[in-house]
């Protein structure tokens, strides 16, 4: 059953794209202190979703600050 709720969540970040809300998935967090602080019964915690509107302020980001890459024979040596 969990894998479907990964389907939604999906579909939940797409639908925050698509209003242009940033969001992200987070997993790796305490899920059992997640269920306690949410008093979840029957339910349990698989992962958690921050969500929220860019700093139009914030420079690094990848239309005011392109990524840029090391060349490739810096990175790879042929022997």
Do not use: W
Request: hydrophobic share 35%; charged share 20%.
């Amino acid at each position: 059953m969990q894998h479907q709720v990964y389907l939604s969540l999906g579909f939940f970040l797409s639908a925050c794209a698509n209003l242009e809300i940033d969001s992200t998935p987070i997993e790796g967090l305490k899920t059992e202190e997640y269920n306690k602080i949410l008093q979840l019964k029957g339910y349990k915690t698989l992962f958690t979703v921050a969500i929220g509107y860019r700093n139009p302020e914030d420079t690094n980001q990848p239309s005011v600050k392109p990524k840029s890459r090391l060349a490739l024979e810096n990175i790879i040596k042929s022997i």
